[in-house]
């Protein structure tokens, strides 16, 4: 696609609920994150795929967080028996290529902002 | 440890004021890259400008320009003749070196109000 999609855009869930979140990255972009932007706050890294292997997972907050990519494009980031700090925008961003050079532009997505009662 | 500072949360100006946000950015690794992303109302981020660590060069684009001091780890952003469309939340980001991919560190994010 053009750009990277997300979905769903809004999510409200009652506290304990699983929740998915998924991303439809950049097609033939390698590199795929996952960040988490809570309220007035820049985004903080959880999860970082390339292709369909999980290279590095040390932001996910809990092991309430699970995220995935079996096939290397469609990722979903989910979420188990959500509590209530988990409020917050999710977004996911794609880049072309691997790498760790540090020059590698991200593509954000618009975010699945998600809402715990 | 790497860290990004935007100090001033929240911005506002009257349309074709000039405006600079500020960004200051802690790192030991000589080779890094900073970068500018504007968040709109509609939530995704949007690239706006990529630096290496050995370029301090400034650089323009149309309304925009960046200056990037090393002597005191800056790299300001200002808008020239600001436009209500500039109204945004901006971020700064420092991206470093990794084995495998290059972990972004953003700052909490400046929130521009331009005002007809």
């Known amino acids: 696609g053009a750009g990277v999609s997300q979905s769903p855009r809004y999510k409200v869930a009652k506290r304990g609920q699983d929740v998915a979140l998924r991303c439809d990255p950049i097609?033939?972009?390698?590199?795929l994150f996952w960040y988490q932007q809570a309220l007035g706050q820049g985004p903080e890294f959880l999860t970082y795929?390339?292709?369909?292997?999980?290279?590095?997972k040390s932001g996910l907050p809990s092991d309430r967080f699970f995220a995935e990519r079996p096939e290397g494009s469609v990722s979903t980031l989910k979420i188990q028996r959500t509590q209530q700090e988990d409020s917050a925008v999710y977004l996911c961003?794609?880049?072309?290529?691997?790498?760790?050079?540090?020059?590698?532009?991200?593509?954000f997505g618009a975010g699945s902002r998600l809402t715990v009662l | 440890a790497q860290k990004v500072t935007q100090a001033q949360t929240e911005i506002s100006v009257v349309e074709k004021e000039d405006v600079t946000l500020d960004c200051v950015y802690e790192?030991?690794?000589?080779?890094?890259?900073l970068f500018w992303y504007k968040q709109p109302p509609s939530g995704e981020l949007v690239f706006l400008i990529r630096?290496?660590?050995?370029?301090?060069q400034n650089e323009i684009s149309g309304r925009y320009s960046w200056n990037f001091q090393k002597s005191t780890s800056s790299f300001n952003f200002t808008i020239t003749a600001s436009q209500v469309v500039d109204s945004a939340v901006y971020f700064c980001a420092l991206s470093v070196p990794g084995y495998n991919f290059n972990k972004f560190y953003f700052g909490s994010g400046t929130k521009l109000n331009v005002k007809p």
């Open positions: 790192t030991r690794d000589t080779t890094y890259y």
């Open positions: 630096r290496n660590s050995f370029d301090e």
């Open positions: 795929f390339q292709n369909e292997a999980q290279l590095d």
């Open positions: 961003a794609s880049s072309l290529r691997t790498g760790g050079s540090g020059a590698n532009v991200l593509t």
């Open positions: 097609s033939g972009h390698v590199s």
